[in-house]
């Protein structure tokens, strides 16, 4: 299973706590070991002290064993709160795109829009290999927007789009505003306060600490909005509407061995040819295809006119003594009962293997039903594609 963008926040959230936990622990181990070696005079604390006499390093000349001892306690774990904070704030953002990059694969429907235009050059829309592809492109450039801008932006973003409304959250929206204010002054000011700030949060701090208290309360606070937030999203992504299938016009199942040991271009799923004005690549129309020494067992369907054409040129291949098209069975209703069955293939096999051997009871469907947890209708579906297995 994927890693979920709720999961990948929560393991990053914990190894920065863990980060902080076990540093803090060193520095402290540090500290305790440099005030015993003061006191029983092995470290001369007046002279200039070095951590590590193996190595240069420029400021020790002027500072002795009070002053490394005063960092250890006061100075790096301050730095070390400010630097993980940046870090935390970071993962949060990097949550908050991930989560719309996963409701867009379920729910590209939320992100239909009129109002916006999106330009391609010919060059980019020609190298587009498929429609994913397309839509990769589509998706990171909304990314890539939201990137570029501040929180209140993503805030709208998942209101607007996603309708998903944060004031829906009970963490106050002026408490995860400060959050962002305070990362994006630790990073763009280290940590000194403008009058923005100042105005806006009442405060006459003029350089912003990260306490113990604040980064554990942000800590907690983040993991709750994102355990809410992604609750949220996953609802919208189940809250998918269905997309009538339609069975094919044509249906057909094709055998086919290779002359060679080089595969032609026209059997890959890539393989693109005209039908009339319009380019039909062959993955568009590809049911199934399994490739076993050199026999290529495909199954195709689609308009009438497509599989028409590409039948057309496997024939001229075959003419050509590229290939041999063994075997070409034309199926009609099994496409029909393959769109109507919800179940996965597992549980199919499954059933055909409780099947008993015919003639089956009266009402067979309705047992099937009972033994596996499903509708009537489903079971029924079940035993037709069942049926038409055992007839070819």
């Known amino acids: 299973m994927p890693t979920t963008p709720l999961r990948k926040f929560q393991t990053e959230s914990a190894r920065i706590k863990s980060l902080y936990v076990s540093t803090q622990y060193s520095y402290g181990q540090t500290a305790g070991d440099l005030t015993r070696k003061i006191e029983s005079k092995e470290v001369n604390a007046s002279k200039p002290f070095k951590l590590s006499p193996k190595h240069d390093e420029p400021d020790s000349a002027h500072e002795n064993a009070y002053v490394v001892l005063r960092r250890f306690k006061n100075q790096f774990p301050k730095y070390l709160r400010k630097t993980l904070l940046v870090r935390l704030i970071s993962s949060l953002e990097v949550f908050f795109l991930d989560v719309v990059r996963e409701v867009f694969l379920a729910r590209r429907d939320l992100f239909h829009t009129d109002s916006k235009r999106l330009e391609f050059s010919y060059g980019e829309l020609l190298s587009v290999g498929s429609v994913t592809d397309l839509w990769s492109k589509v998706i990171n450039r909304d990314i890539r927007n939201l990137q570029n801008q501040g929180f209140k932006e993503i805030v ?109 271009r026209f059997l890959f799923p890539g393989f693109d040819f005209h039908v009339g004005e319009k380019i039909q690549r062959l993955g568009d129309l590809l049911v199934s295809r399994t490739t076993e020494a050199g026999t290529h067992i495909m199954t195709i369907g689609g308009e009438t006119s497509a599989v028409r054409t590409y039948l057309k040129l496997l024939k001229s291949a075959e003419a050509q003594g590229i290939i041999a098209v063994r075997q070409r069975s034309l199926l009609r209703d099994e496409i029909g009962l393959r769109l109507k069955w919800k179940q996965s293939d597992d549980l199919l096999r499954q059933i055909w293997e409780r099947l008993p051997t015919s003639p089956w009871p009266r009402h067979i469907h309705k047992t099937i039903a009972k033994d596996f947890g499903l509708s009537n209708s489903q079971a029924a579906v079940a035993i037709g594609l069942f049926m038409q297995r055992d007839s070819r």
């Open 156 to 264: 709208k973003f998942y209101k607007g789009r996603l309708g998903i409304d944060f004031a829906g959250c009970e963490i106050p929206m002026a408490k995860l505003e400060e959050f962002h204010d305070r990362r994006h002054i630790l990073v763009h000011r280290l940590g000194v306060v403008d009058d923005e700030y100042r105005h806006r949060y009442k405060t006459d701090e003029k350089t912003l600490t990260v306490t113990h208290e604040y980064l554990f309360g942000c800590m907690a606070e983040l993991s709750r909005l994102t355990s809410w937030l992604y609750e949220r999203a996953t609802k919208k992504m189940a809250e998918a509407p269905g997309f009538a299938r339609t069975p094919p016009e044509f249906l057909i199942r094709l055998t086919v061995e290779v002359a060679s040991g080089e595969v032609p």
